[in-house]
């Protein structure tokens, strides 16, 4: 992966993943607040490239043997603790709690410096092609082990 590639997916930092993300007009309502649905987008690209910075390319899981593997979120809790602004700095940590059998669970948190705004945590089953559940596979389930890498 280039630099700059590596800039934009974010780092591996204290057994998770932390990306920063600005705030754009795009992300406000007519309040000049993040309209909470858009807290979803943030918090999904801080899952997609907590996965690509462990080398787990979401687009070549599909081909990774015959039954192929895909994640869907299947349940998520947020907590709204205070909003961001357009042209905030965002800060999105993900890290895994459990990943094993046909499920994941990760929890997030979305912060404008040291201020918590948004709590989460994501139950990520794992499926086959066929939408039916199949198991992670040890060596993945592996790789979202904070013990298993050196950050």
Same mark, same amino acid.
């Given at each position: ?20 993300? %600005? ?21 999904e690209r801080g899952r997609t490239d907590?996965? %690509?910075?462990?080398?787990c390319e979401q687009s070549a899981l ?72 199949? %198991? ?11 013990a298993s890498r050196l950050v």
């Amino acid at each position: 992966m280039s630099d700059l590639f590596h800039h934009l997916s974010g780092q591996l930092v204290d057994g998770g993943h932390r990306l920063v993300q %600005r705030v754009y007009y795009e992300d406000t309502d007519f309040s000049g607040l993040v309209y909470h649905a858009r807290y979803l987008h943030f918090l999904e690209r801080g899952r997609t490239d907590y996965l %690509r910075c462990l080398g787990c390319e979401q687009s070549a899981l599909l081909q990774v043997d015959e039954e192929g593997l895909v994640f869907v979120v299947h349940r998520m809790e947020i907590d709204f603790k205070a909003p961001a602004r357009m042209d905030d700095v965002l800060t999105i940590l993900t890290r895994t709690e459990k990943a094993g059998g046909a499920k994941m669970v990760l929890v997030q948190e979305i912060r404008r410096d040291d201020t918590l705004l948004i709590a989460a945590k994501v139950i990520i089953a794992v499926i086959n092609r066929n939408g039916r559940p199949r %198991r992670l596979p040890e060596t993945l389930a592996q790789s979202f082990s904070p013990a298993s890498r050196l950050v």
